[in-house]
């Protein structure tokens, strides 16, 4: 662990566990729906579109676009206390499912971030356990 | 799907006959939020002239109705939690009306007390929900942060200086009622445009102004049969028409963030009253941020998407304007204690009756209250009518 990373740490979940160890692979991994041929997010084993739990996992492109962002002055939680301004975004991933992120390596200032901006996926170590992926511009 | 013709057969049917806040809301440091439940709970039934032994049904949220109702002394033979947040307590209506209608209970009491002000402590959550796991982590959470993300979105499709310009028009307006409300937070506080975009930042696109109070607060609505209401106190404020629902929980998962689901409960709630949106006197619409209202009034119907800046325009929604809207100085300028949506009620049951003093509008016989919930997830519309 990072020293003194005190910001809230995923609890990795059975539906989600090959999805925090691809991140800490370095992978940015999706359910796919193979009746409805579409991958989704969040990770779960039965298909939110169709119900059906005929679902794989893929590995995606880590290419995506803004969809939003804000730039947090106000810190939620003692733990971002040191990072105002930060960026979070949600970010529409090539395969098409949107996931919430944050933005790294921008110039936290409106002018400099656009929608629909394309960025790809880093990870960055927080524990020995996870990785959490966050996009910058591509 | 709902069934408008059955809808439409109880519309009317049960009717709020009493409302009521805690003796004391703004910064209450003394009391604890069941206390603040059940100070609005006394209060409420007193408005109505019931005695808490007849009440039978008991809904809240926040707090499962175990807790309030063994807090206030009550054995509810109907109990709902129902927890969506902020918007909960307007769905409860609609809930205390079927129960009422299908014969669960006589005399419901749904209940409210929060201190958002001094009780600071954060709920700790599910590690396993989504927004512990993929948002929390992302320094996503908390209100401000999610809808100025939701906001973002909507100026990058509709113009970022008409939005501001609609942002600004809701705080001032609502901030002007406020200051005709004895019991608001800003009562003696006015606001200048200049004050407001000179104001610091929350979450850009967020000023501070943009972002609802917070506050301790209780509040309390006491429901019965329509037939009951005419022998209570102040008579009946009939409930006409009821909507309510979800369509996401985490922000990210909102199917799109400039259209809540208002969209649906609006239109619903407009129809089983049999009524439309020009019959409206008043708009008492959740603002848990500027841009809530905004959303808000567009998914509602009120106007077009994209037109929600020209509807608010020139002050249109402040005191003396066409457009009667969060006359109590709403979430942003009165109080806000973390789930507001109640309040939206008491203040229209009080327009409806004409008990609101300076800021009492002329003509007000159809009144719209309209919750939303969660990080714009969940929303609760009721038609309010004072025969």
């Known amino acids: 662990m ?35 041929n579409q991958a989704f997010f969040y990770p779960r084993n039965i298909c939110p579109e169709c119900g059906n739990n005929n679902t ?4 995606a492109s880590g290419k995506a676009k803004v969809h939003t962002f804000a730039i947090v002055h106000r810190p939620p939680h003692p733990g971002f206390m040191d990072d105002i301004p930060y960026v979070p975004a949600i970010v529409e991933l090539e395969e098409g499912p949107k996931m919430a992120t944050q933005l790294v390596n921008v110039t936290p200032e409106p002018e400099a971030i656009q929608i629909d901006m394309p960025v790809k996926v880093v990870f960055e170590s927080i524990t020995d356990e996870i990785s959490l992926p966050k996009f910058e511009p591509a | 799907m709902p069934v408008m013709d059955r809808l439409k057969a109880i519309s009317g049917t049960a009717a709020i006959v009493g409302v009521a806040e805690a003796d004391e809301i703004g910064r209450v440091p003394d009391k604890g939020p069941l206390e603040l439940h059940a100070e609005a709970g006394r209060n409420a039934l007193a408005d109505a002239g019931i005695d808490k032994s007849e009440v039978d049904g008991v809904f809240t949220a926040g707090y499962s109705t175990f807790d309030t109702a063994e807090y206030m002394g009550i054995t509810p033979h109907f109990t709902d939690s129902t927890s969506v947040g902020g918007s909960s307590f307007v769905i409860h209506i609609a809930h205390a009306m079927a129960a009422i209608q299908a014969g669960y209970c006589e005399v419901a009491l749904i209940t409210h007390g929060e201190s958002g002000r001094s009780n600071r402590a954060r709920a700790s959550g599910n590690p396993g929900l989504a927004g512990a796991q993929y948002e929390a982590p992302y320094g996503i959470m908390g209100a401000p942060i999610g809808y100025s993300m939701a906001c973002r979105r909507y100026m990058h499709q509709y113009g970022e200086d008409r939005t501001r310009e609609a942002m600004a028009n809701i705080a ?8 005709k409300n004895p019991r608001a937070f800003f009562y003696d506080t006015p606001m200048t445009f200049d004050e407001y975009h000179d104001s610091r930042w929350v979450s850009w696109p967020f000023h501070l102004p943009d972002c609802c109070l917070v506050t301790d607060a209780g509040a ?9 209401a005419k022998s209570t106190k102040k008579g009946a404020v009939r409930i006409l028409g009821v909507a309510e629902g979800h369509d996401h929980s985490v922000l990210h998962q909102m199917p799109d963030l400039t259209r809540t ?18 019959d409206l006197d008043l708009a008492m619409i959740y ?15 009120f106007c077009k998407p994209g037109e929600g800046a020209d509807f608010v325009a020139n002050q249109r929604t402040a005191p003396g304007g066409d457009f009667p809207l969060n006359t109590s100085g709403g ?29 009492q509008l002329d003509e007000c016989k159809l009144a719209m209250a309209h919750g939303t919930g969660g990080t714009l997830s969940s929303t609760g519309t009721v038609i309010l009518a004072r025969d």
């Open chain 2, 331 to 359: 979430g942003l300028s009165y109080t806000h204690p973390g789930m507001y949506g109640i309040f939206t009620v008491v203040e229209a049951v009080r327009q409806l009756r004409g008990e609101t003093g300076e800021r």
């Open chain 2, 220 to 228: 309390a609505i006491v429901i019965t049969s329509a037939e009951r």
């Open chain 2, 287 to 301: 603002d848990s941020f500027t841009y809530t209202v905004l959303v808000t009034l567009e998914s509602l119907g």
């Open chain 2, 261 to 278: 689901w208002g969209r649906h409960t609006g239109p619903q709630a407009l129809e089983m009253a049999g009524i439309t949106h020009s």
């Open chain 1, 56 to 59: 794989s996992w893929i590995v």
């Open chain 2, 172 to 179: 001032i307006s609502t901030r002007k009622w406020a200051n």
């Open chain 1, 2 to 36: 990072a020293d003194g990373y005190n910001k809230p740490i995923p609890i990795p979940q059975p539906e989600s566990d090959h999805y925090w160890e691809g991140a800490k692979a370095g992978e940015l991994r999706l359910r796919h729906c193979d009746d409805c």
